[in-house]
């Protein structure tokens, strides 16, 4: 959960000094920064389903994002803050129960390394994008 905590921090890092319209811009190749944040809470939300865990209104928040509704930044943040609490008040039978799917066995274990392995790719991706900083060319970023 540290290094869940500790990533989401970074991505928060990169994204919080963007403006609104730098979120938005289309880039040459992939998504607006905006869809990518979108994309990492739909994500969350899935493995957390996929463990079994029951987040209480982070359905709710998801399908904001999805909609484009308000700054993804601050959507994510708060969905953020219920996942997380939610993750840490995993009771021992959570932490331990086996989730059969159609794509085989989730796990505890599973859900958080995938949860880790999906954000990483996201801050990556983020973190490219922007460089040193954000370059707007022909109005979308680089």
């Keep these: 959960?540290?290094?869940?905590?500790?990533?989401?921090?970074?991505?928060?890092?990169?994204?919080?000094?963007?403006?609104?319209?730098?979120?938005?811009?289309?880039?040459?190749?992939?998504?607006?920064?905006?869809?990518?944040?979108?994309?990492?809470?739909?994500?969350?939300?899935?493995y957390l389903s996929a463990g079994g865990l029951k987040v209480p209104g982070l359905h709710a928040l998801y399908a904001a994002a999805d909609r484009g509704e308000g700054d993804a930044r601050h959507i994510l943040r708060e969905a953020t803050r219920v996942s997380f609490a939610r993750l840490n008040a995993m009771t021992a039978e959570e932490r331990e129960r086996l989730v059969e799917k159609s794509t085989g066995a989730w796990t505890c274990r599973r859900m958080l390394r995938r949860l880790l392995e999906h954000n990483w790719e996201h801050y990556r991706e983020v973190e490219e994008r922007l460089g040193s900083g954000p370059a707007v060319r022909d109005g979308r970023l680089a």
């Design 1 to 46: 959960m540290a290094r869940l905590e500790w990533l989401r921090d970074d991505t928060f890092a990169l994204v919080d000094g963007l403006e609104p319209p730098e979120l938005t811009l289309k880039p040459t190749k992939g998504r607006p920064i905006d869809r990518i944040l979108s994309h990492i809470l739909g994500a969350d939300y899935s």
